[in-house]
Structure formats: C-alpha cells, structure tokens
C-alpha cells in the first residue's frame, strides 16, 4: 500500500466532496437569492456573483472540477488498490461520500455553503474563467434557475402568472396571488425614488421644536414619526417616535427623543432596501438625491404595501382628509 497514493485519494476525495457539494448548492439555489446579492455591496457578494453569477462558465467550471476529482481518485484507487473488489468498495465510499452525502449536506444550506465554497474556487475560476466561458458559450451551458432576472426569472414568473389565470375560475384566490407575484417582480425592477414619498408631501419640524408643539402635530397628523431637522428642512438630523414622548421620566427636549435616521440614495434599488430594513430591523429611511439634498423618505410599511397593497390600521379610514404635509402613516 502505497502512502503517496493514499494521499492523492484523500485529497481528491475533499476536493470532490468541494466541488460536487458546490454543485449541488448551486442548482438549489434560487433566483431572487442571487439577485439579491447582485445588489449587495459587501466584497464577499461580489466575489460569489463574479463566481456564482456567470450561467455560462460556472457550470462548466463545476463540471470539470467533477471529472478532474473523479480521474485523480480512481487513478490513485488502482494504484493503491489493484483488486477489483477494493475498486468497487472504494468508489462506492467516493459516490456515497462526494455525490451523496455532499449532495445533501450543501443542498441544506445552498447560499451560505455556496459562498464558503466560491472562495476556495476564486484563483482558480478566474485563471481558466476565458477557457470555461469559451466552452460555456459554445454549448450554452446555461443553468436558467440562476440567470438573469432580465432574462429568465422574467419568463418564469410570466408562466406562472398565466397559470393563475387560467385556474382563476377554479379557485379566485389565484387573481390575488397573480397580483402579490406581480408587486413583488416590480419591486425588484423598481428604485427608492419609484416609491417613496415626495419631500413636499412629508411633516417635519425643526430640532428646536418646543414638545407641546410636536405633541400637537402628532395628534393633528396621526403619525406615529415626524422627521426632525436643523438649521434648515434639507438637513435631516433623524426622527422622533410617538411612543418616545410617553418616557419615564418625561423628555424636556425634542433632542432627547431624537433617534438617527437610515439614509438612502434614491437610486437604491427598492427590493434591496426591503431586505436591508427587515434585516436591520428599521422602520424608516430618508432619501437623498444626487446632490444630498432630501428628495423624500419611505417607510416599511410603504414597502411592503408595494406588495400586499393598501395595509390598514385602526387609524385608517375610507375617506381622509388631505393635510397640508401628509404622508402614509408609519
């Protein structure tokens, strides 16, 4: 038995464990996953679309991983073990362990795993990246799950959305779905600047505002957060929360309620500004224009009425009257 040999099996078997499990994690992984971290910003987003995100050299980069992996293992099998049973037992344990249990195991957890698994592919990916998108775009080595939503995603949602059409009559519940699949396709295409609420139309005060005052406003308004300014309405220093005037003990000033402000450009795609607030738990962004001035402010609540449609409360009512800076209650 040869300790060289055995060697260049186990590496080949971790290795492909790497790439099928990559493999794996890669066709269960779902459109708006990667359209999302098409939007992030973060370096190791960046270096999983510049892997993850290319449906045509990608899979052929897998694709060859799975060969090279399984020639170097069952080479080095011979090598080591001439016998024809010990063959069979040892590419047995390869399928179980690096198609099988890997398969499985990734497929759990495709984007984290996935992620993981692009930084051990990056050097190489990138050396061999002109061959694998050659031979990618001659034989369209395309794996739609993951194209992009310009192309594919689109078309899918078009069939689906056909498909509650025509089971409309059968069970009306399909029309709302239709329409909830609709929003959210358009928030995705959509910018901050698509929802938000125009600057004109939002209640602010000045940071210097006595607290009767805002207690007024909050009443007159029925808001449950007024945005809070200094020296001018086009400096935004944060907002102030209904329920931070109820403190124990009483504030004395509006600066003592004041609470920092998410800023946002209005470029901001409206579907990442989605995830970014449910994940950082917020409740409400300004938003800037080119020049840094506010050009208007959106809410959670804004979002996700983009999807679900008008949401009510027990402040809402059918017929409001329009008041002089009035904005959707947040």
Request: aromatic share 10%; net charge negative.
């Amino acid at each position: 038995m040869e300790t060289c040999g055995i060697d260049w099996m186990i590496g080949a078997l971790a290795a492909a464990v790497l790439i099928n499990g990559s493999a794996a994690a890669y066709k269960a992984l779902n459109n708006l996953q990667m359209e999302i971290e098409r939007g992030s910003s973060s370096w190791l987003s960046r270096c999983f679309v510049w892997v993850a995100g290319q449906p045509a050299a990608f899979p052929v980069f897998l694709r060859m991983g799975q060969v090279l992996s399984a020639a170097v293992y069952i080479g080095a099998l011979m090598r080591v073990f001439p016998d024809v049973w010990y063959l069979l037992g040892g590419l047995a344990v390869f399928v179980a362990v690096a198609w099988g249990l890997a398969g499985v195991l990734f497929r759990l957890y495709p984007l984290p795993t996935l992620k993981v698994t692009v930084l051990i592919w990056l050097v190489p990916y990138t050396l061999l990246y002109p061959l694998t998108y050659g031979i990618g775009r001659l034989i369209r080595a395309e794996r739609p799950a993951v194209a992009s939503a310009d192309d594919y995603a689109d078309e899918v949602v078009e069939e689906s959305l056909n498909d509650l059409r025509e089971n409309y009559d059968a069970s009306p519940e399909y029309s709302e779905e239709g329409r909830m699949v609709q929003n959210v396709m358009g928030l995705r295409k959509s910018k901050v600047r698509d929802c938000m609420v125009p600057a004109a139309d939002i209640v602010r005060t000045s940071f210097d505002t006595p607290l009767d005052e805002l207690v007024r406003l909050f009443t007159q308004t029925g808001f449950s957060k007024i945005l809070i300014y200094k020296e001018s309405p086009e400096k935004i220093a944060g907002y102030v929360h209904a329920y931070d005037l109820f403190r124990d003990p009483a504030p004395t000033s509006v600066a003592e309620l004041i609470r920092p402000i998410h800023a946002v450009p209005e470029t901001t795609a409206a579907g990442m500004l989605l995830k970014e607030m449910i994940e950082k738990h917020l409740s409400i962004a300004a938003v800037f224009d080119g020049n840094g001035a506010v050009s208007g402010m959106l809410t959670l609540e804004d979002l996700m009425e983009e999807i679900f449609g008008e949401i009510e409360d027990e402040f809402d009512v059918e017929e409001t009257a329009v008041l002089p800076s009035g904005h959707r209650r947040g």
